[in-house]
């Protein structure tokens, strides 16, 4: 599927900590990401996100074992209503 990277490039383990430094680097005030398992939420983005400050949910299909999430800079922004 994606010929020009390598097997382990695309292995979770590998691109975990490369994707949270990137975001730590960024520190970007409103984050969506798309193809969130509930496990790699659940292990590491959720935590990920309250321990650098930010407000997080995440919206999953009942049919998916994966969703989107949604997350934002506490300090500049805060929820006012959801769905």
Sequence with gaps: MF?????ASLKWKTRRPLLLA?????????????????KNWDDTYDHWFKREG??????QSVYKSHGVSVS????????????
């Design 3 to 7: 010929p020009y990277a390598s097997k």
């Design 22 to 38: 990137e975001l730590s680097y960024l520190k970007p005030d409103i984050m969506c990401l798309q193809e969130v398992y509930t």
């Design 54 to 59: 930010y407000g997080a949910q995440m919206f």
């Design 72 to 83: 934002w800079n506490k300090e500049r922004f805060e929820v006012v209503d959801q769905l």
